[in-house]
């Protein structure tokens, strides 16, 4: 599958179409910009959070090899903050800030969410490694299926791939999160209510 922005906009359409009634409330995703700009245009008011995992590496590949391993793990200690405010003060090293800083929103978009989502928001990877399987055989096969087969091919995969998926934590937060319910730091945020004497 091309990363293209059109690619992206037809993927999206076709879940609005098969039932997706409710716009995501956040995406994540490395720092393709073709699938961002499909998805502000789908939906617009979907949070982005950056993948972690693709940003260490791109951040690491911006430093010299001697401080990638202390850096690496600095890194992982910015993701891995217990809220936001520990995770900004952490970001450091002067060569690669500016990496890190004009992502910083969607880099640290996972603390606005439940603290039991965090571990799945952090990153594509789980999502990227069925595409991955999934491109591989596509690959092998390219030019002897049709695109029924194909397609055919792509659901079985990825119905053999499911099986292995492990639930979310805190899949009893999602209702709140559809609803809107604010979260801070992974923590829900109870609104007061004003009451008002007549």
């Given at each position: 599958?091309?990363?293209?922005?059109?690619?992206?906009?037809?993927?999206?359409v076709e879940v609005?179409?098969?039932?997706?009634?409710?716009?995501?409330?956040?995406?994540?995703?490395?720092?393709?910009?073709?699938?961002?700009?499909?998805?502000?245009?789908?939906?617009?008011?979907?949070?982005?959070?950056?993948?972690w995992v693709h940003?260490?590496?791109?951040?690491?590949?911006?430093?010299?090899?001697?401080?990638?391993?202390?850096?690496?793990?600095?890194?992982?200690?910015?993701?891995?903050?217990?809220?936001?405010?520990?995770?900004?003060?952490?970001?450091?090293?002067?060569?690669?800030?500016?990496?890190?800083?004009?992502?910083?929103?969607?880099?640290?978009?996972?603390?606005?969410?439940?603290?039991?989502?965090?571990?799945?928001?952090?990153?594509?990877?789980?999502?990227?490694?069925?595409?991955?399987?999934?491109?591989?055989?596509?690959?092998?096969?390219?030019?002897?299926?049709?695109?029924?087969?194909?397609?055919?091919?792509?659901?079985?995969?990825?119905?053999?791939?499911?099986?292995?998926?492990?639930?979310?934590?805190?899949?009893?937060?999602?209702?709140?999160?559809?609803?809107?319910?604010?979260?801070?730091?992974?923590?829900?945020?109870?609104?007061?209510?004003?009451?008002?004497?007549?």
């Open positions: 599958m091309r990363e293209s922005a059109q690619s992206w906009r037809e993927l999206l609005k179409r098969r039932g997706l009634k409710i716009a995501p409330e956040i995406a994540v995703g490395d720092g393709a910009l073709g699938f961002w700009k499909a998805l502000d245009e789908i939906f617009p008011g979907t949070k982005r959070q950056r993948c940003k260490t590496v791109n951040v690491l590949n911006k430093a010299a090899l001697s401080v990638q391993p202390g850096m690496k793990k600095d890194l992982r200690e910015v993701w891995l903050s217990p809220n936001r405010a520990t995770a900004e003060a952490a970001i450091e090293y002067p060569k690669v800030v500016e990496c890190l800083t004009k992502d910083r929103q969607t880099l640290l978009a996972f603390y606005d969410f439940p603290a039991e989502h965090w571990d799945h928001l952090r990153t594509s990877n789980p999502i990227e490694s069925v595409f991955s399987t999934v491109r591989h055989r596509t690959v092998r096969t390219k030019g002897s299926l049709s695109s029924a087969t194909a397609k055919l091919m792509v659901f079985k995969l990825i119905m053999a791939a499911s099986k292995t998926w492990r639930r979310l934590n805190g899949e009893q937060l999602l209702p709140k999160v559809i609803e809107g319910v604010r979260f801070i730091d992974g923590i829900e945020v109870i609104e007061a209510q004003s009451q008002n004497a007549a």
